[in-house]
């Protein structure tokens, strides 16, 4: 059993088969995953994703800066709506931001946010690193590495790494497990540059797997064999 987890969750996720906005009897499902997996005795971090609410990159002739912070903002919806149903499960929850937002969340400072974790609370980080240009995915591998996460759990909408599109090509082939350089050097599209060489130069292995079945939180916790195991 892992110990300390930072779970990456996508927007889409949240959705649902409405594929925008939130889908709360969804989200019910993903948090009984996280609630078991806490149950268990694991800390959990969650990064979430605003791609079902804003997607900065097409958001057109936009300013990127501006785009980001709107994206930023859809994450901190998505972590309040996260909290919100862990807390009816009686799951002790803290939502942290990295934009100043006092009267919704507390601020992200790293050791409260250990503390908090070290005390048996969940903790919810949104809008992302608080910079612009820099996707989830890379919020997701600089918290894990804030918090000392023994590994990230990247919740995806497919059952892990492929050659290539498994949506468009019968044919693509699933890896089992893989090395972190791999990923950089073929693109495989696990997660963006930044964030793969942030996990890589921290020694953070990853665990890519699908979130269609929610229970596959609790089973990567507990170092069960699921999806693509990236170290």
């Not at 996508?10 to 009984?32: N, R, V, W």
């Not at 250990?114 to 919810?124: D, F, N, P, S, T």
């Not at 498994?166 to 693509?172: F, S």
């Not at 699933?174 to 495989?188: G, I, N, R, T, W």
Request: glycine letters at 10%; a negative charge; one cysteine or more.
């Amino acid at each position: 059993m892992y110990k300390r987890v930072l779970l990456k969750l996508s927007g889409e996720s949240l959705a649902g088969k409405k594929e925008s906005g939130l889908d709360f009897e969804e989200i019910e499902k993903i948090c009984k995953g996280i609630k078991k997996a806490y149950d268990a005795g694991v800390e959990v971090g969650i990064v979430v994703g605003g791609g079902n609410f804003w997607r900065g990159r097409s958001s057109g002739n936009m300013d990127r800066t501006r785009a980001d912070h709107i994206g930023m903002l859809a994450t901190a919806m998505n972590a309040l709506a996260v909290a919100d149903t862990l807390e009816a499960m009686g799951v002790d929850v803290r939502v942290m931001t990295s934009i100043f937002m006092q009267q919704i969340a507390e601020p992200y400072i790293r050791n409260k946010a250990i503390r908090h974790l070290e005390k048996g609370r969940v903790v919810i980080f949104g809008c992302g690193t608080g910079s612009p240009f820099f996707s989830t995915d890379t919020a997701s591998s600089l918290r894990a590495a804030e918090i000392e996460a023994d590994v990230m759990l990247k919740a995806t909408m497919v059952d892990g790494v492929y050659d290539k599109d498994p949506h468009k090509y019968d044919d693509a082939v699933k890896y089992d497990s893989l090395k972190l350089e791999d990923v950089l050097s073929q693109h495989l599209g696990v997660m963006d540059s930044t964030a793969a060489a942030m996990c890589q130069d921290n020694n953070i292995p990853i665990i890519v797997f699908s979130i269609d079945d929610p229970e596959n939180i609790y089973r990567a916790c507990m170092g069960e064999s699921i999806g693509t195991l990236v170290e």
